[in-house]
């Protein structure tokens, strides 16, 4: 049978309880063992809702005031009178197990086709009913979910077939939330009432729900059930760390002050002064947040062993009991922080901020509405029936059914464990990827958004946004400003993606270094498995790699260059010779400097040089244009390396005009390559038009005059 448990009264110290209970306030946990006798007798009058559901039935209405309970009822029956005979390793009815699961979800807000469904998930694996049964009774929904869930009960949790398992895990997961909703009731259930199991086969059940359950209840929003899950693996996996913990609670719950509530007293007392409706409550820290918290701060004190809640009504009234904490209590400013604005990728909404006692102590307060608290605690089970009516439902062509509350990360996993080249690939970038804890936000230009996970780069963002169209990515502007690939991204910039139109662009493999996502990283392995003799040298790298590889003249060049545009100065008969270092050119203004070997050396009148041989005493001439439109330029492009760049790069200036003079190409730094070149053109009007062309070539990004030390 798929709910290997047992009696919950012998489960002993694996069941943190104590914390979880005061901290949720919730109904007395039910009596299996009462419900067990009721399952057994059955209905006493038929239609009326059967007394063993009484918990549910009460847990549901507390949400869903009008739900109809009349699909609870024959649920119930149906699943009672399947498992009827059947008994838990505990020795209780097996119907104890889908009411407990049931319990749990309704107490969360599940909607009422969630609680069927979970009444009956074991019904299709371990009784005599079919699929079709529950569809001719229930519906084609409820007879999804229990397809679901029988799916993911059936694969073996072996190691060796854990990468499989959860790949089915997580198609379940993204084909319906509700599914995994179920399952993680399901595991939480069984985790309470492992007490008497073997050692090992305890250790391997908490080692596959700390690796993958919990981070899918975390991405779920599922706070309630994370935490407790939290707390019975920290039992069974770490004893020790777990009683010590344990005793830390009980030291704390013996002390005669408590000054969390003292401040919780204050904080009621700031917001009943300033009329703001407001309930506020003390959290305690489940057992893993509180071994945390000793580990981060060592030898703990009172406000240590939980945090202040501060519900409200409206958003508007989170941020005026925001405002109101910190004018009128000492706040901690580098605690603050703001999920409403910009909420958690698993649907988390509140503002955190930290006050301070006058003894040095610290109270960690969440500001938050009741709304927001409901979705903190129950996540995706918080928003209800997320499908249409099944004859309205529209489905892709692999039978995936459009879901628009999935969320964005659980896209993207089914995305890359459709195109993972096998399972080791599959399970590898799985573990990494929920090993993340947070997810950032980045605008596109066009408003759209992009969700990647927090520590990802320009490269992630190229693959979130193009696939595998981001091969031909040749560079980003982050926030306007032009950006390597390999920059890290952080919540809300704003990131443009610069893409090469050369068919011939292709990822390099120092990409993979730069690569945090699953997408991003598989997209760039299969296509350099796909490519095994291609140079995998970053793309810049194919430019000229030597420090000043001459490019080459237009055809014709002669080996005399014109000299640039005529400057006349008013030393007569000095020569005049124009700056380097800033190229100047008409219409310009300029100004002169008397060089040794009478020389005048003409600078732009904004060049910083000029500006240094001005501070020195340099004696200045004066200098003026003559009257040749023609003009010598240096200019420097910077571009992103791609085949064939420097040619299509020297074509466009042979178009307008431009006689390359010389040319140098700078050895490549970090996916970026710098040139420059000296041209000469017939007439200075048409540099603008110039720097215009170089800049419409494929891979060059910037392109300005030159502007530096001179030689």
Not at 134 to 161: H, I, N
Request: hydrophobic share 40%; glycine share 8%.
């Amino acid at each position: 049978m798929s709910a290997e448990a047992t009696n919950p009264a012998t489960a002993g110290p694996v069941a943190p309880t104590a914390p979880t209970v005061a901290r949720r306030k919730a109904r007395p946990r039910i009596d299996l063992r009462r419900l067990g006798r009721a399952a057994l007798l059955g209905p006493a009058t038929r239609g009326k809702l059967p007394a063993a559901i009484g918990h549910v039935a009460e847990a549901h209405r507390a949400h869903h005031p009008d739900a109809d309970l009349d699909p609870l009822r024959r649920a119930y029956e149906l699943a009672e009178s399947s498992h009827r005979g059947q008994m838990r390793k505990s020795g209780e009815p097996y119907i104890t197990h889908p009411l407990a699961v049931t319990l749990i979800l309704a107490q969360l807000g599940a909607e009422t086709t969630t609680l069927v469904a979970s009444l009956l998930h074991d019904t299709v694996e371990d009784t005599e009913v079919t699929l079709e049964q529950v569809r001719e009774e229930f519906g084609e929904e409820v007879r999804y979910l229990v397809d679901g869930v029988t799916k993911l009960e059936k694969v073996d949790y072996g190691a060796a077939a854990e990468p499989e398992t959860f790949r089915k895990m997580l198609v379940a997961t993204g084909n319906d939330v509700r599914v995994m909703s179920i399952k993680l009731a399901d595991r939480l259930h069984n985790m309470r009432t492992l007490g008497v199991m073997r050692p090992e086969k305890q250790e391997r059940i908490a080692k596959v729900t700390r690796d993958v359950l919990i981070p899918l209840a975390e991405r779920l929003g599922v706070q309630a059930l994370k935490t407790e899950l939290e707390d019975l693996v920290f039992a069974i996996l770490h004893p020790e760390e777990y009683r010590t913990v344990r005793a830390l609670l009980a030291e704390n719950a013996a002390r005669a002050d408590d000054p969390l509530e003292e401040i919780a007293e204050e904080v009621r007392a700031v917001l009943r002064e300033a009329d703001i409706p407001a309930e506020v409550l003390i959290r305690p820290r489940h057992f893993v947040s509180v071994h945390r918290v000793s580990r981060k701060r060592g030898e703990l004190r009172g406000t240590d062993f939980g945090r202040l809640l501060v519900l409200v009504n409206e958003d508007a009234d989170c941020y005026a009991v925001l405002g109101e904490l910190h004018t009128c209590m000492t706040p901690v400013v580098s605690e603050f922080k703001d999920f409403i604005a910009v909420p958690k990728f698993n649907l988390y909404q509140s503002l955190h901020t930290a006050v301070a006692r006058g003894d040095g102590q610290i109270a960690e307060v969440l500001i938050r509405t009741h709304q927001m608290h409901r979705t903190a605690e129950a996540g995706v089970i918080a928003l209800g029936n997320p499908y249409t009516a099944p004859e309205e439902q529209s489905a892709a062509a692999d039978g995936e059914r459009a879901d628009p509350t999935r969320p964005g990360w659980l896209s993207r996993l089914l995305d890359w464990q459709r195109a993972a080249p096998d399972p080791d690939t599959f399970w590898s970038t799985l573990r990494e990827d929920l090993a993340q804890d947070r997810e950032i936000t980045v605008f596109r230009p066009d408003g759209g958004t992009l969700g990647l996970p927090e520590g990802a780069t320009c490269v992630d963002a190229a693959y979130a946004q193009y696939g595998d169209d981001a091969h031909a990515c040749i560079g980003a502007r982050v926030n306007g400003r032009l950006a390597r690939l390999s920059t890290v991204l952080h919540d809300g910039d704003t990131v443009q993606l610069l893409m090469g139109q050369d068919p011939a662009s292709e990822p390099s493999r120092e990409w993979l270094e730069h690569a945090h996502t699953p997408a991003a990283r598989i997209a760039i392995q299969r296509w350099l498995a796909a490519h095994p003799v291609a140079d995998d040298r970053p793309d810049e790298t194919r430019a000229p790699a030597d420090g000043a590889a001459p490019a080459r003249p237009a055809a014709g060049a002669p080996a005399e260059r014109r000299p640039g545009a005529d400057v006349i100065a008013d030393t007569p008969g000095a020569a005049v010779r124009l700056a380097g270092c800033c190229t100047p050119v008409p219409p310009d203004g300029i100004n002169g400097f008397a060089v040794r070997g009478g020389v005048v050396t003409v600078h732009r009148a904004e060049c910083a040089v000029a500006e240094r041989m001005r501070e020195r005493g340099r004696a200045e001439v004066g200098v003026r244009w003559g009257d040749s439109a023609g003009c010598r330029v240096t200019l420097v492009a910077e571009s992103f390396g791609r085949p064939h760049l420097l040619a299509d790069l020297t074509e466009a200036m042979a178009l307008e005009g431009a006689e390359i003079v010389s040319a140098t190409v700078a050895p490549p730094t970090e996916q970026r390559v710098h040139h420059s070149y000296t041209v000469q053109l017939p007439d200075a009007a048409r540099l603008p038009a110039l720097m215009r062309a170089m800049r419409d070539v494929p891979g060059v990004y910037d392109v300005s005059r030159a502007q530096g030390p001179a030689s």
